[in-house]
């Protein structure tokens, strides 16, 4: 496996328009935002619309405004997964042709344990001109084969060292949707090498879909980034924020307290008072960050008021 090694630090949020953003996602927009920074890097942002079904009108700007509020300012034009369609065609032709793919119509019900296509479809292969085709009465997902042999290592920032037999455990996953719809693993896995991403900084809610992003790396030739998972951050009742759990939106107009309560939760030395600013209190976070006060651990309880 390559690995980014010594290019200079680019890191990214990638954020995905399902909704505003809750104090979980500015966690991971804040840390990726302080490590590049700290690092003299590149912070770059990528807005992952490709699953419209899930998307909220308006969340797109609102998650932009959001950032800008808060004084996370990105380098680059913003990279919309929603204008990549030939980029991600190229990367499933790149697979199809070296062998990795197959058009199945199982449902998850009807595959075996390992995403196997148990009824045989997979044996019409996955032709050109046939996995693009995914009109009714037979839509079929593509799904990456996994060789069963297949493990991958890499050691986390804040999940420590990490051991996934992919091959005998998670299996064969999707990469493009019975509706048509590109996976996130693909998308991911296409733009971070796009984009040159040297380092992946989000929750740990995402710590499973690392292994299906390498592989993909493998399969396409495409560098391997380091990788550091964030505590996710639970409610009051142990429940992870997300959007689909309905987690509060944080206020754009109240920066300051909404980059006070992360960084409490970054375990991160608190900004004096004096710091009275969303731009003063990001310059003393930079300068006093700490990224080994950050809890390694999945989750982390979030503070009471939000
Ligand atoms: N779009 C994903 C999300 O909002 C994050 C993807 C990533 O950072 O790899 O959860």
Not at 116 to 127: D, I, L, P, T
Not at 139 to 159: E, M
Not at 194 to 202: E, H, K, L, P, Y
Not at 210 to 221: I, K
Request: hydrophobic share 40%; charged share 15%; proline share 9%.
């Amino acid at each position: 496996m390559t690995t980014a090694g010594h290019s200079a630090y680019r890191g990214r949020f990638a954020p995905s328009p399902t909704g505003p953003l809750h104090l979980g996602s500015l966690l991971a927009a804040l840390t990726s935002w302080l490590e590049a920074r700290h690092a003299g890097g590149s912070w770059l942002l990528r807005m992952e619309d490709i699953d419209p079904p899930r998307e909220q009108a308006g969340a797109a700007d609102a998650i932009l405004h959001c950032l800008q509020q808060h004084g996370l300012r990105w380098d680059e034009a913003v990279l919309w997964q929603s204008l990549r369609g030939a980029a991600y065609d190229g990367a499933l032709s790149e697979l199809d042709a070296r062998g990795h793919l197959f058009a199945c119509a199982c449902s998850r019900q009807q595959q075996g344990p390992l995403g196997e296509c148990v009824r045989g479809c997979h044996q019409q292969g996955c032709r050109e001109g046939d996995w693009r085709d995914t009109t009714p009465p037979r839509p079929r997902a593509l799904r990456v084969s996994v060789p069963p042999s297949f493990t991958t290592r890499w050691h986390d920032t804040w999940q420590g060292p990490q051991h996934w037999p992919l091959g005998a455990t998670l299996g064969n996953f999707v990469v493009r949707r019975k509706d048509g719809l590109y996976a996130y693993q693909l998308a991911v896995v296409v733009d971070d090498a796009a984009q040159a991403i040297t380092d992946v900084v989000r929750g740990a809610d995402l710590l499973d879909s690392t292994p299906r992003q390498h592989l993909l790396q493998q399969l396409l030739g495409h560098p391997t980034p380091r990788y550091a998972h964030l505590p996710v951050l639970t409610d009051a009742g142990g429940q992870k924020l997300s959007k689909q759990n309905l987690a509060p939106a944080i206020d754009p107009n109240t920066p300051e307290r909404n980059l006070r309560a992360a960084l409490a939760a970054l375990g991160q030395t608190p900004p004096p008072v004096t710091a009275n600013t969303a731009n003063a209190i990001l310059a003393f976070a930079l300068e006093h960050w700490a990224p080994a006060a950050v809890p390694a651990q999945p989750a982390v309880a979030g503070p009471a008021s939000f």
